[in-house]
């Protein structure tokens, strides 16, 4: 039996536009779901969209349809992005899928039958952009703390969860299970956020219609964050063992914005508690995306949109920048300028140089067939020590989703490569019969560092890896074995490799 890994991204609001910020959560599981299904896992790898709600009702009337005619019409932009971006999940789910209501109408009726959901009335300050109830204190200048926008008073009859009753065994798995909220930042965050003490949660409305009736009292529509977070274990197939729920839950690692934390690592953690259900591994909040140092936003008119990316410089141009630039974690600035710099000299000079220089070397010297390598010297041995350990040390940080630092640990092998090749000097080697044999173990190893790299780097790069790799004459599937030095054979046909990332110019 393999082992299991189940990794999930939030779900994205259909009342949104895709952008930059969904890419980078989105492209960070990718990469985790295929670096994991290399290392021989049992993948299951979710996404999805939140269809329900005020916000999304609104927006319905406004343009004149139907709330799912919206959401059909807005999702198939996240889904046809995805698949521009070559993300490799197994399922998406929408919240208002049948199997998603079923589930979360059991969870709920779950918790009421076990007391931890009454009826009770509700007045506070309602934010509906952000679908969030606020007390007096809590409001800025009379305003949302969140987002800044007006407030209404709202009373109304409401079912409650018992949030207060979850508070000490909350802390106390915080505290017994230091990776559960990541990173340690948000971890201290999340502490000092629960021991402020937790208040019953309103988690019914009766204000709109747009959503999931509660079980039993349709007057009611159950609150879209607890119908929003319970996709993780409706997609699985939830309250089902026999089938996927049974095998993968609970989620090792759920990907989300800093801007969602307190959902997924109070609310979420509580209603699993009252439900009986074992809780996430892992939740890792990571930061935000800034805009040539400005907060991105509709009113600035400075929403990075991941299509036109795409279409400037290419797939794996973006999902390199944006897993390479910032450290997992932080928040990042974007710019061209950054990108294009990303582009020029990580990936035309430095990863694409190497490639063709060595390819054509080996078509040139020995007609494109792979010779035998002889007795490895020195310099060969440091190349080859320097490549598996850059194997190892990219499963640690890929395990710690130090993305950055494990992309740095493949750069540093790449420019290895480089230095190899000069150091080694092959076209003087080719003059010399005498060191025939020589060279054929330089050309190998020249080359065989290189097909480790690219299969390392084929989670985060599948379209590059896969024409690199081409033309190094390998066309097996990328398994954990295929990291082991090695692996080329003598004879393989090499073929002299195009560009793989020609350079741009700026005025472009």
Same mark, same amino acid.
């Given at each position: ?13 259909v009342?949104?536009?895709?952008h ?7 492209v ?26 005020q ?7 406004t ?5 799912l005619?919206?959401a ?12 521009r ?6 399922d ?14 059991r ?11 009454y009826l ?16 007096e ?11 800044n926008?007006p ?5 109304e009859?409401?079912y409650?969860f ?13 505290e ?12 201290n965050?999340?502490?000092?956020f ?5 208040r019953d ?20 529509i ?21 089938g996927?729920?049974?095998r ?55 929403v ?12 794996d141009?973006?999902r ?28 035309a000079?430095?990863i ?9 070397m ?9 010779p035998?390598p ?8 440091a ?9 190892t040390?990219v ?5 710690e ?7 740095q640990a ?33 050309m ?5 560092s290189?097909r480790?790299?690219h ?8 379209? @590059?890896?896969? &024409? !690199?790799? #081409?033309?190094?004459?390998?066309? *097996? +599937?990328?398994t954990?074995d295929?990291?082991?030095w ?6 393989? @046909?090499?073929? &002299? !490799?195009? #560009?793989?990332f020609?350079?741009? *110019? +700026?005025?472009?």
């Amino acid at each position: 039996m393999k082992p299991t890994f189940y990794v999930t991204t939030p779900i994205y609001y259909v009342n949104d536009v895709p952008h930059i910020g969904h890419a980078y959560t989105t492209v960070a599981a990718d990469v985790l779901a295929r670096y994991k299904r290399l290392m021989g896992f049992d993948v299951y790898f979710l996404t999805g969209s939140d269809e329900h709600g005020q916000k999304v009702e609104k927006a319905a009337i406004t343009a004149g349809e139907t709330p799912l005619e919206l959401a059909d019409r807005v999702v198939k932009r996240f889904q046809a992005l995805w698949e521009r971006l070559g993300i490799s999940n197994n399922d998406f789910i929408r919240t208002t899928q049948e199997r998603h209501k079923k589930g979360v109408s059991r969870i709920f009726s779950d918790i009421l039958d076990r007391g931890d959901i009454y009826l009770g009335e509700y007045e506070d300050w309602y934010c509906t952009p952000c679908e969030t109830f606020w007390t007096e204190t809590q409001l800025i200048d009379g305003r949302c703390p969140d987002c800044n926008r007006p407030v209404e008073k709202l009373k109304e009859e409401s079912y409650f969860f018992r949030m207060s009753k979850y508070q000490e065994q909350l802390l106390a798995h915080i505290e017994a299970n230091p990776d559960f909220i990541q990173p340690k930042s948000k971890r201290n965050e999340i502490i000092s956020f629960v021991k402020e003490g937790l208040r019953d949660l309103s988690v019914s409305r009766t204000t709109f219609s747009w959503g999931i009736p509660v079980p039993g009292n349709d007057r009611h529509i159950i609150y879209v964050w607890f119908d929003a977070l319970t996709n993780y274990i409706t997609a699985l197939g939830y309250p089902d063992e026999s089938g996927n729920f049974g095998r993968y839950w609970p989620v090792d690692i759920q990907l989300i914005g800093k801007d969602i934390l307190r959902f997924h690592a109070v609310y979420w953690p509580t209603f699993l508690m009252a439900a009986g259900l074992p809780l996430p591994k892992k939740v890792f909040a990571h930061g935000w995306w800034t805009v040539e140092g400005q907060k991105m936003s509709k009113s600035l008119q400075n929403v990075v949109e991941p299509n036109m990316l795409i279409d400037r410089y290419g797939v794996d141009v973006v999902r390199y920048f944006l897993l390479r630039e910032v450290p997992f974690g932080l928040d990042g600035d974007f710019s061209h300028s950054a990108l294009v710099n990303r582009l020029n000299s990580d990936l035309a000079n430095d990863i694409g140089n190497l490639l063709s220089r060595s390819t054509a070397m080996a078509v040139k010297y020995f007609d494109g067939i792979l010779p035998d390598p002889d007795v490895l010297a020195e310099i060969d041995l440091a190349l080859k020590n320097k490549t598996e350990e850059m194997v190892t040390a990219v499963d640690k940080f890929i395990d710690e989703l130090a993305f950055s630092k494990a992309l740095q640990a493949i750069w540093d092998v790449i420019s290895a490569g480089n230095k190899y090749i000069d150091d080694t000097a092959p076209w003087t080697l080719t003059k010399d019969p005498a060191q025939k044999n020589r060279l054929a173990t330089v050309m190998y190893c020249m080359l065989e560092s290189q097909r480790i790299v690219h299969c390392i780097l084929s989670p985060f790069l599948p379209t @590059t890896a896969g &024409k !690199a790799l #081409a033309s190094l004459g390998w066309h *097996e +599937e990328i398994t954990k074995d295929a990291l082991t030095w090695g692996g080329l054979k003598a004879g393989r @046909t090499i073929v &002299k !490799a195009e #560009a793989l990332f020609p350079r741009f *110019e +700026e005025k472009e």
